[in-house]
């Protein structure tokens, strides 16, 4: 058949959380597959596209925006608008960064929602406990029983343990996340 009819979305995606827990680390892991131990600090908002074949005849583009974890406040509606889905990472070794998803999540809820046409409800949103890599004999590991209830408990779709450095999840995390937004289309 001539011409295919190829069905196009265009997905904005956000990846927030505290400084340095690796956000800019996994964004390039997934877009460009590389990893480097010294990424200058996001200033405001960096963006990557991904081009995914989702199908035969369905082609997504992923605007990833990558926030600077500063960022949670004034500029954060700004950044927000029109997103239809966040990534909200922490890093395992800083526990400080655990307590802070639950503010992240809850600026997201008071400041985005998903188009009216799709419900308008809390857009699709997953955690990532990141720099798993670094952690040794187990110590300060998520307990998978606790972090499925608080995935519950604060409106996250589903978490999943991350290295950037290792490349681990990272695309297994993004494609459980494409599903999601797919099935609601
Ligand atoms: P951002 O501020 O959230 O964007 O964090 P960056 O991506 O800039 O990462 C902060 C630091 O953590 C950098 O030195 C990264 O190389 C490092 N980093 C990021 N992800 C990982 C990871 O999965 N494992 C390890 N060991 N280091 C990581
Ligand atoms: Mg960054």
């Given amino acids: 058949q001539y011409p295919l009819d190829v069905r196009e979305y265009l997905y904005k995606i956000l990846v927030i959380g505290d400084v340095s827990t690796g956000k800019t680390s996994i964004i390039k892991r997934y ?33 990833l925006w990558d926030i600077a974890g500063q960022e949670r406040g ?3 509606r700004v ?3 029109e997103a239809i889905a966040a990534l909200v990472v922490y890093d395992v070794t800083r526990p400080k960064t655990f307590e802070a998803v639950k503010r992240w999540k809850a600026d997201l809820d008071s400041k985005v929602s998903l188009p009216e046409a799709l419900g ?9 406990a ?29 978490w999943f343990a991350t290295s950037a450095k290792d490349n681990s999840n990272i695309e297994d995390a993004a494609q459980f996340l494409l599903e999601e937004i797919m099935a609601t289309e």
């Fill in 31 to 63: 877009v460009h597959n590389i990893f480097s131990m010294n990424y200058k600090s996001t200033i405001g908002v960096d963006f990557a596209l991904k081009v995914i074949q989702w199908s035969p005849d369905t082609v997504i583009r992923l605007q």
């Fill in 120 to 128: 308008g409800g809390p857009i699709h949103t997953i955690l990532l």
């Fill in 74 to 76: 004034n500029m954060a």
């Fill in 79 to 81: 950044y927000y608008k």
């Fill in 130 to 158: 990141n720099k798993i890599d670094l952690q040794e004999n187990g110590n300060g590991s998520p307990n998978a029983e606790e972090m499925d209830l608080f995935c519950q408990e604060h409106g996250f779709l589903k």
